[in-house]
């Protein structure tokens, strides 16, 4: 089977082009010429979306969970044609696309499963005190309601889990809102065929068009205005600190400021606790290498530093790490351009005071080969630079003197998407000294395991405190996610036949 993208942007249930194009840049196979995108078509989509939220946004939760299942249908009906041009365009291979893809339709029907319960609207009723002195109370009834149209950014590592289909977008239809999408420039062609399994389920469901439209890619311009955009109303964003943080402050300096929703990146730290390391260190090391270099290090979650207390344990464990790591061959990233900066940021890594590599490699053009670097605790904590993540494939082994100095490296930690200690019966002590403070860094703390692979489910948090997002009270994944696009609304005294359908039940 060969698709190929007619490169237009869908507006509104239309598929419209633009007199300018840009060309996709696949890791193999042919370039595609898709049309950039524009203010103008940004505001064409958010007005569309904004008329279609009087519609959709009161349409039954039945519905909003069958058109959520009609999505993840029409996805897998094109499953063939979505693996072809996405591992093209990304270079991830056939195994991880299809496994995307399961995950991206299982959180589809997993929101639509819990939408039908209604958990989720968190409703509370104080019925009326008349009688009550020295002041009766009124009848008061709590309801989350949807906000209104959201926009959602594709991000580069995740073609359809955290893009056009992906979580974000799947926890604003649950909610009730109108999305529009701005598709990312490393995979056009993966978010043109998306987007046709997204209008065919709103035919199919009868849902108003404007319910979904999808931008490709464009100048800085585009997404500035889309973020700016008066009707626009919450921003779910995965992607880089400083494009992230550039994005928030334009939300925060609107005339009506609005919730930005970025999920910007981890080093997510690992501990090795003395006991676990000393009758375990080649396993865990093992471990270790094994989850830095999973699909190339392109993960949010990927543990990229691990802290050791200096010893014999600590040199088996590191030795372990550069053993796996020199055994793994290069691998194509995503893009030229993240290539480019993983080889940068190892070559920063390098560079800094005190560091010493362990293993080192060259980078070739979209090809990425491990790095494995160490210092000292102190060298660590005195250089802010360290702390920084290195998106791809590169470990750092951060060596404490005792225990003391690995509770200040945890203490100096900024905000982590995740923190992992690695303990036996014998490290309790020391890990319950260092769990008041992981649980203030990271929003998901594990305990003998690796972060790489987040469980799409009602318990999970993705997020954490900034600089890993900007909002520590959210997730961008498991069910909780929807309550992003949610905002509480009190009716007092309201007739029945004025309160929302599900208010009553």
């Known amino acids: 089977m060969t698709f190929a993208p007619h490169g237009k942007h869908l507006i509104a249930g239309t598929w419209t082009g633009t007199e300018q194009t840009f060309l996709s840049e696949p890791a193999h196979g042919p370039a595609h010429a898709f049309s950039l995108g524009t203010p103008e078509l940004v505001d064409q989509a958010a007005r569309a979306a904004e008329e279609a939220f009087?519609?959709?946004?009161?349409?039954?939760?039945?519905?909003?969970?069958?058109?959520?299942?009609?999505?993840?249908?029409?996805?897998?009906?094109?499953?063939?044609a979505i693996t072809q041009i996405g591992t093209q365009e990304t270079g991830l291979p056939e195994a991880r696309l299809n496994g995307e893809r399961g995950r991206t339709t299982g959180q589809l029907r997993l929101f639509a499963d819990h939408i039908r319960k209604g958990d989720y609207l968190d409703r509370r009723h104080d019925a009326a005190l008349p009688d009550r002195q020295?002041?009766?109370?009124?009848?008061?009834?709590?309801?989350?309601?949807?906000?209104?149209?959201?926009?959602?950014?594709?991000?580069?590592?995740?073609?359809?889990?955290f893009s056009t289909a992906g979580g974000d977008t799947a926890a604003a239809l649950a909610a009730g809102c109108p999305v529009v999408v701005k598709g990312h420039d490393a995979h056009p062609g993966t978010g043109e065929i998306v987007a046709e399994a997204i209008l065919a389920a709103i035919v199919s469901c009868g849902m108003p068009q404007g319910v979904f439209s999808l931008v490709q890619g464009g100048t800085r311009e585009v997404g500035q205005a889309l973020v700016q955009h008066p009707l626009?109303?919450?921003?779910?964003?995965?992607?880089?600190?400083?494009?992230g943080r550039a994005l928030f402050d334009l939300c925060a300096q609107r005339p009506e400021p609005i919730p930005f929703f970025g999920e910007l990146g981890s080093v997510n730290p690992m501990f090795m606790l003395p006991?676990?390391?000393?009758?375990?260190?080649?396993?865990?090391?093992?471990?270790?290498?094994?989850?830095?270099?999973?699909?190339?290090?392109?993960?949010?979650?990927?543990?990229?530093?691990?802290?050791?207390?200096?010893?014999?344990?600590?040199?088996?464990?590191?030795?372990?790490?550069?053993e796996g790591l020199s055994q793994t061959g290069a691998q194509v990233m995503l893009t030229d351009g993240i290539a480019a900066a993983y080889a940068k940021g190892a070559a920063r890594m390098g560079a800094q005071a005190g560091v010493r590599g362990l293993l080192t490699s060259m980078c070739d053009r979209r090809e990425a080969r491990p790095f494995l670097f160490k210092v000292s605790?102190?060298?660590?904590?005195?250089?802010?630079?360290?702390?920084?993540?290195?998106?791809?494939?590169?470990?750092?082994?951060?060596?404490?003197?005792?225990?003391?100095?690995?509770v200040q490296v945890a203490l100096s930690f900024e905000g982590q998407l995740t923190a992992t200690l690695h303990m036996d019966d014998a490290d309790v002590a020391l890990a319950r000294r260092l769990m008041p403070v992981l649980e203030r860094k990271a929003g998901r703390v594990l305990a003998n395991g690796f972060p790489t692979g987040v469980e799409v489910c009602d318990a999970m948090v993705h997020g954490g405190p900034y600089p890993a997002s900007t909002n520590f009270g959210a997730t961008s994944?498991?069910?909780?996610?929807?309550?992003?696009?949610?905002?509480?609304?009190?009716?007092?005294?309201m007739p029945a036949a004025l309160l929302p359908d599900d208010a009553a039940s």
Do not use: H
């Open 134 to 161: 020295p002041l009766p109370r009124p009848d008061l009834r709590l309801m989350q309601r949807p906000i209104g149209p959201v926009a959602v950014f594709g991000a580069s590592n995740f073609p359809l889990a």
């Open 275 to 322: 006991q676990a390391i000393a009758a375990r260190a080649g396993e865990l090391g093992q471990g270790w290498a094994g989850s830095l270099a999973m699909g190339a290090g392109q993960f949010c979650t990927n543990p990229g530093i691990a802290v050791v207390i200096d010893g014999a344990g600590a040199d088996a464990f590191a030795e372990a790490a550069r």
């Open 54 to 80: 009087w519609t959709y946004s009161t349409t039954t939760r039945a519905a909003r969970a069958g058109f959520l299942e009609a999505i993840a249908d029409e996805i897998e009906a094109r499953g063939e």
């Open 377 to 406: 605790a102190r060298d660590w904590m005195d250089n802010r630079v360290l702390g920084e993540e290195v998106f791809g494939p590169l470990g750092l082994v951060v060596v404490a003197n005792d225990e003391e100095e690995m």
């Open 232 to 243: 626009i109303k919450a921003v779910g964003f995965t992607g880089s600190l400083a494009g």
């Open 477 to 493: 994944v498991g069910t909780l996610s929807i309550r992003r696009f949610l905002r509480p609304v009190c009716y007092q005294n």
